[in-house]
C-alpha cells in the first residue's frame, strides 16, 4: 500500500463537530440565542444558572472507553528530550518481558514529532478492515499506531488545532487494538490541547511522569503531574531518566544532571518515585537502531532497570483499583 499523500490526509483527518462555528461567523442560533437572553431576563437567578450549567455540561466531552481497551497508561512529560518516548517504548516491553501472558499495545501521541514508527521499527501505511478501522503495525509483539504511519518520514505536519484534535480523535477510535490488557499512549510534550483531549475523551487508568534530575526539567515535570491531578488522572509515579553516567573504562560514577532531583520531587507531591534509568549508551544505540534495549539486551543493567519500572507500574495499578 502507498504512502497516503498530504492531501488526502489532510481531507482524512478534517472532519470536525458540525455544531462547531469558527471565530468570526455568526450563525442563527447565535442570533437566536442572544435574542431568548434578552427576553429571559427576568428568570431567577437560580434556574439561570442551572441552565447554564446544563448547557455547559452538554458542551463537554462523554469519556468513552476505547473498544477491546482494559486499561490506558500514559507516559508524559513537562519537557520535551528528557527520554519520554524511550521510556514509553521499554515500558510497554517490560509489561511483556515481566508477564508474557499480557497484551500491550503503544500508541503515539505525538502528531507534530512521532517517534515511535523509528523506536520500533516500523514502516509502512496501516491497512484497513471491513469496517473501516485501521489495523497497527506490530513488532516485537506490540501493535503500534502513530501519526509517522500516515506521512513520510520528513514531512512536516503543519496543522492548527481543530486539525490535531481530528487526528488524535482517529487515533484512538478508528484503531482495531483488538484485546489489550494495557495501551501504553506515549503522549507529547508539555500541557495542551493533545493532553486535555485524550484525558477528557477516554477513561486513564494512570499517568507516569518522566523527567531528569536537572531543575529546568523538574519544574515541567511538576506542571505535568498538576495537570494530570486537575483532570482527576491517577499520577502512578515519577521515572527518573538519565540518572546517573557510569564511565566504561573506570567505572566511576557521575551524576550530569544532578542527583536525586526527581525523587525529591516525587516526595514533594506525595506520589511514587517509580525507578531510575541510567544515562547508558546502549540505550542510545539500541534505541536508534530500532532495537530497544528490554528486547535487544534483555539481561542488562538498563533492561533491567526498565522492568523494574514496568514492575512498579502494574503494582500502583492494582493499589490504586483497589483503594
Known sequence: MSRFSYSKLLHLFKTVSPNLHLSGSRSPAVCCKRVIRRKTSSVPERERLDKQKQHMARGLPKQKPIAGVEQVIVVASGKGGVGKSTTAVNLA????????????GLLDADVYGPSIPKLM???GNPELTDKNLMRPLVNFGIPCMSMGFLVEDV??????????????????????????????????????????????????????????????ALLDARRGAEM???????VLGLVQNMSVFQC?????????????????LARNLGVEMLGDIPLHLN?????????????????????EAYKKVA?????????????
Not at 514492575?311 to 483503594?323: D, E, F, I, N, P
Open 248 to 264: 566504561p573504562n573506570c567505572h566511576h560514577q557521575t551524576h550530569i544532571f544532578g542527583a536525586d532531583g526527581v525523587r525529591e
Open 228 to 234: 494530570f491531578r486537575k483532570v482527576n488522572v491517577p
Open 93 to 104: 516491553l517490560g509489561l511483556m518481558a515481566n508477564d508474557p501472558h499480557v497484551t500491550v
Open 155 to 216: 514531512a512536516p505536519i503543519v496543522w492548527r488545532g481543530l486539525m490535531v484534535m481530528s487526528a488524535i480523535e482517529k487515533l484512538l477510535r478508528q484503531v482495531d487494538w483488538g484485546l489489550l490488557d494495557y495501551l501504553v499512549v506515549d503522549m507529547p510534550p508539555g500541557t495542551g490541547d493533545v493532553q486535555l483531549s485524550i484525558t477528557q475523551n477516554i477513561p486513564i487508568a494512570g499517568a507516569v511522569i518522566v523527567s531528569t534530575p536537572q531543575d529546568i
Open 311 to 323: 514492575s512498579a507500574v502494574v503494582q500502583r495499578l492494582h493499589k490504586s483499583s483497589s483503594g
Open 283 to 303: 540505550i542510545r544505540e539500541t534505541s536508534d537502531q530500532g532495537q530497544p534495549v528490554v528486547v535487544s539486551s534483555p539481561d542488562s543493567p538498563e533492561a
Open 121 to 123: 521499527n516500523l514502516k
